[in-house]
Nanobody, 123 residues
Framework: QLQLVESGGGLVQPGGSLRLSCAASGFTLDYYAIGWFRQAPGKEREGVSCISSSDGSTYYADSVKGRFTISRDNAKNTVYLQMNSLKPEDTAVYYC????????????????WGQGTQVTVSS
């Protein structure tokens, strides 16, 4: 069964940090760009960050640039999103997905999606 599983979400105070993980089973992440998306209540899905399959190129939305870092460990078939200096506006359900680099931050052509992990930034 092809599956992506996110973990690492939770409640954190403003200014805090979290590291999200996206682990794949049933397929190899090597051949896909992996994107992190988020969706807050009443808002559209936003492509936050992406890492390519080929040369490790990365993309960050302006809203997270300088605060979030994406990385991948192909040996563990896992992609990470390190989130620092978190703000209340980062509160959302975060999803990882596998698909083509060219379709990020749109995401409509992404084939595999995780179930999401909740991130809440609040004092």
């Amino acid at each position: 069964q092809l599956q992506l599983v996110e973990s690492g979400g939770g409640l954190v105070q403003p200014g805090g940090s979290l590291r999200l993980s996206c682990a794949a089973s049933g397929f190899t992440l090597d051949y896909y760009a992996i994107g992190w998306f988020r969706q807050a209540p009443g808002k559209e899905r936003e492509g936050v960050s992406c890492i390519s399959s080929s040369d490790g190129s990365t993309y960050y939305a302006d809203s997270v640039k300088g605060r979030f870092t994406i990385s991948r460990d192909n040996a563990k078939n896992t992609v990470y999103l390190q989130m620092n200096s978190l703000k209340p506006e980062d509160t959302a359900v975060y999803y990882c997905a596998a698909g083509p680099w060219s379709d990020f931050p749109n995401g409509d052509e992404y084939d595999y999606w995780g179930q999401g992990t909740q991130v809440t930034v609040s004092s």
